[in-house]
């Protein structure tokens, strides 16, 4: 399942599932919590990068680092293991919930 943001407010999935979320006017971005137990933060940030940082990896989280506003401006997150849902939210806090 490969994730990176879009423009400046979307976030896309593609993979298993094929999913777009309007992130626009989200300063602390979003977070996707996927069925494999990963969890990740997406923000578009002040410079024009969409960052994703991982909360929690799951079966496994890789993220690779956008280089350059003239046209890999996000970095891109693959999560491993077969994806049968993906949650968007805006705030997460495992709250016991999830480990």
């Given at each position: 399942m490969l994730v990176y943001g879009s423009s400046?407010?979307?976030?896309e999935v593609e993979g298993d599932i094929e999913e777009e979320f309007n992130c626009y006017d989200e300063h602390d971005g979003a977070v996707l919590v996927f069925s494999t137990g990963a969890v990740l933060r997406i923000v578009y940030d002040?410079?024009?990068?969409?960052?994703?940082?991982t909360l929690l990896s799951g079966q496994g989280v890789s993220v690779v680092g956008a280089t350059s506003l003239d046209g890999d401006y996000s970095d891109k997150a693959t999560v491993a293991g077969a994806v049968s849902w993906v949650i968007y939210t805006r705030n997460w806090d495992a709250g016991g919930i999830l480990p």
């Amino acid at each position: 399942m490969l994730v990176y943001g879009s423009s400046d407010d979307l976030v896309e999935v593609e993979g298993d599932i094929e999913e777009e979320f309007n992130c626009y006017d989200e300063h602390d971005g979003a977070v996707l919590v996927f069925s494999t137990g990963a969890v990740l933060r997406i923000v578009y940030d002040a410079l024009g990068f969409w960052r994703v940082k991982t909360l929690l990896s799951g079966q496994g989280v890789s993220v690779v680092g956008a280089t350059s506003l003239d046209g890999d401006y996000s970095d891109k997150a693959t999560v491993a293991g077969a994806v049968s849902w993906v949650i968007y939210t805006r705030n997460w806090d495992a709250g016991g919930i999830l480990p």
